[in-house]
């Protein structure tokens, strides 16, 4: 069975960005082929989870998948749900799809926290819930939230007591990574 699967989301809408953020580019590379990029050491392969207008423009060797229809639309939980369901695998290495500074050395540490259940970060009281790793019998939890229209990923982690990582286990480099990139000014301004 495959060990860790790392997972992009990249299904949202991009509405402050105004076109779809994971073709958003940061020096060579676009925002989805960086997140490749910085899961590629740590994981066997690769699912970037996405709309399905913009299958056909992603060009990588990872698997490219949408939604499952019953969960389409539904934020990033219906994003973890449907990788999950596609391969499976003994954990889950999460990212969004717009976080450009990410990189190999930041996700070898998340990992290296990572016990059990859920593990994801938090900074200055900023929770980045959507930097995760989900170990795979985290599934069922997933059904139930989005069966029942529970979409809040926030309110998942808190119900299965994530394990946290704070910003005092991070360098002041570390810490840059969890820069998201909602709007083009925010891009321009780095
Ligand atoms: N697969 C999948 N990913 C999603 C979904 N909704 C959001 N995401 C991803 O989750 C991450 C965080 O999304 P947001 O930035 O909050 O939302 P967004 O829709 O991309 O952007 P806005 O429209 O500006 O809010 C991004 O990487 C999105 O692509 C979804 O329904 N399915």
Redesign the pocket.
């Known amino acids: 069975m495959t060990e860790t699967v790392g997972v992009i989301?990249?299904?949202?809408?991009?509405?402050?960005?105004g076109s779809p953020?994971?073709f958003a580019q940061l020096g060579d590379l676009k925002f989805y082929e960086i997140a490749i990029k910085a899961l590629t050491a740590q994981c066997d392969e690769i699912i970037i989870?996405?709309r399905p207008e913009l299958v056909k423009d992603f060009q990588t060797d990872a698997h490219v998948i949408i939604?499952k229809t019953e969960y389409?639309?539904?934020?990033?939980l219906?994003?973890i749900l449907?990788a999950i369901e596609f391969v499976q695998a003994d954990r889950y290495i999460v990212l969004?799809?717009?976080m450009p500074y990410v990189s190999e050395a930041v996700i070898g540490k998340l990992e290296t926290f990572h016990e059990k259940d859920i593990t994801a970060v938090i900074l200055e009281g900023r929770a980045h819930p959507?930097v995760s790793i989900w170990d795979s019998h985290l599934k069922s939890e997933l059904q139930k939230a989005l069966n029942n229209n529970q979409l809040s990923v926030m309110k998942l982690l808190a119900e299965s007591e994530a394990t946290w990582i704070e910003g005092s286990s991070l360098t002041d480099g570390e810490r840059l990574v969890f820069t998201?990139m909602?709007t083009p000014d925010e891009l321009e301004r780095g």
């Open positions: 989301l990249a299904g949202g809408l991009s509405r402050r960005f953020k994971a989870v996405t939604d389409a639309g539904r934020g990033p219906a994003g449907s969004p799809c717009d959507l998201n909602n």
